[in-house]
């Protein structure tokens, strides 16, 4: 019997594994795919690597932050850009105004100028215009929510935000209107990606020596019998059981969950992410480390260079970029892998990132997991879900199992959890 059984070979299940294993008890992780790394881990095509859409690294922890000095990384400034109507304006837009035309940054100004109070608890979109006036919430956030979240601001609520929006003072505003010698307002000031062998390099000194079985995704669970069934017909037995797999599946496989508790879980919903990724037969693919398109007619939210990130990620000489596109159960894909990778290359060519003659490599793969939707009153059902699974002792850990907006040195943090299992420590 495993003294730990970890469900999910991610950064979350890794850590979980990891803690476990520093404080001297046994842990097994189970993972469904054939590879470890979860949303951490990368595809590559013709000698071009592609991560799972993760991006860089960062973190004020401490411990993780121990962890990725073990891996030889590059630090990146974040400097992104936004795309909208053929302007390129710095990130964030709200003290970047500059590119605009100067009727558009009147209106802009005044809209800030005479932004409406903040009111308790708004919604998502009341929230943009309470920070940002209308004009600017309008034009930027709530737009780009669309693409990203797949639903209209109205409908978020507010739990997920952080210090992931920049709010400006007047001052910002007015200066970034009026010139683009603006300093970094963004939310971090240096990110890290691995010299070679892409994101999930950073894991490879927690997964020596861990023993994780691939291919097996787990498909029922009993709780009173402590046992896991297998989708290959194996049957595992735990003590303590530790699950990074995502909240709405753990519930619908768990036996005997209440019909309540399934309702909930039912009503807990991600987006997901069609990813298009180009390899290009020239050095040069756009002028950016990343970037976010508002624009409607162009399809993806967001765009990464992935050569930038690493040079080890591109045969020499080249270069690529990765499209990121999100739909959801309200806002389904319509379009099939090939059509969806035409239209991207049609944007390549109109948004003159490079010509679409270079290109020389191309893929489309969808990943069902993105982001956790924070609709209102969200919270709230999640938590009456994870407090039933707690209840029979499943720690749930990770972006999916916690069902949370998590970076990755969160997910990895969740996995110290473990220490809290009885006898652990
Ligand atoms: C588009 C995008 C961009 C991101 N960019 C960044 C970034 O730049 N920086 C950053 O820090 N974070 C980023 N993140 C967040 C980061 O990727 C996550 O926080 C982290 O990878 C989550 O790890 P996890 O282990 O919790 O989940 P996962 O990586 O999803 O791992 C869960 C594992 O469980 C396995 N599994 C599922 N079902 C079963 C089953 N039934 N049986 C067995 N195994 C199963 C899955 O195959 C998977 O391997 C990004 C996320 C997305 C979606």
């Not at 691995?194 to 894991?203: E, T």
């Not at 699950?243 to 519930?251: R, T």
């Not at 007619?297 to 967001?302: E, G, L, Q, S």
């Not at 907006?405 to 652990?424: I, M, T």
Request: net charge negative.
């Amino acid at each position: 019997m495993a003294e730990i059984m970890v469900l999910g070979g991610g950064i979350a299940g890794i850590s979980a594994a990891w803690y476990a294993r520093n404080a001297g008890s046994k842990a097994v992780i189970f993972e469904a795919k054939d590879r470890w790394g979860g949303l951490l881990d990368h595809f590559t095509v013709d000698g071009f690597r592609f991560d799972n859409a993760v991006h860089f690294a960062f973190s004020s922890n401490e411990e993780y932050r121990k962890v990725l000095e073990l891996t030889d990384h590059f630090t990146h400034k974040p400097e992104p850009y936004n795309y909208e109507q053929g302007r390129w304006l710095k990130h964030p837009v709200q003290n970047n105004l500059y590119p605009l035309p100067a009727e558009d940054k009147v209106k802009a100004i005044k809209s800030f100028i005479e932004r409406p109070e903040q009111t308790e608890d708004p919604n998502y979109r009341e929230w943009l215009g309470q920070q940002f006036g209308e004009v600017i919430a309008g034009r930027f956030p709530a737009r780009y929510t669309e693409k990203y979240w797949t639903v209209p601001a109205e409908r978020l609520s507010t739990h997920w935000i952080g210090n992931r929006l920049y709010r400006p003072t007047l001052d910002e505003v007015l200066f970034g209107a009026m010139t683009d010698r603006t300093p970094l307002t963004y939310y971090l000031q240096e990110m890290f990606y691995p010299k070679q062998g892409g994101f999930r390099s950073f894991l490879n000194p927690l997964v020596d020596g861990l023993d994780i079985r691939t291919g097996k995704k787990a498909v029922r669970i009993d709780p009173l019998r402590r046992s896991i069934d297998f989708s290959d017909g194996s049957v595992e037995y735990f003590e303590h059981l530790v699950s990074s797999i995502p909240l709405p599946e753990l519930a619908e496989m768990t036996e005997g969950t209440p019909k309540a508790v399934k309702e909930a879980a039912a009503t807990l919903w991600a987006t997901s992410v069609a990813l298009v990724s180009l390899g290009f037969n020239c050095p040069q693919a756009g002028d950016y480390l990343w970037f976010y398109i508002y624009d409607h007619d162009i399809r993806p939210a967001r765009v990464h260079a992935p050569y930038r990130k690493s040079p080890d990620n591109v045969p020499a000489g080249f270069s690529s970029l990765q499209f990121e596109i999100y739909f959801s159960r309200y806002s389904p894909l319509k379009k099939t892998p090939e059509e969806l990778t035409e239209h991207v290359i049609e944007a390549v060519g109109r948004m003159g990132l490079a010509s679409p003659a270079d290109i020389s490599v191309r893929d489309c793969r969808v990943l069902p997991y993105a982001n956790v939707v924070f609709d209102r009153g969200m919270t709230a059902r999640r938590d009456f879900v994870l407090e039933h699974m707690r209840g029979l002792g499943i720690l749930p850990v990770g972006r999916f199992g916690l069902w949370d907006y998590l970076w990755s040195d969160q997910s990895f943090l969740s996995g110290k959890s473990v220490e809290s299992l009885p006898g652990v420590i």
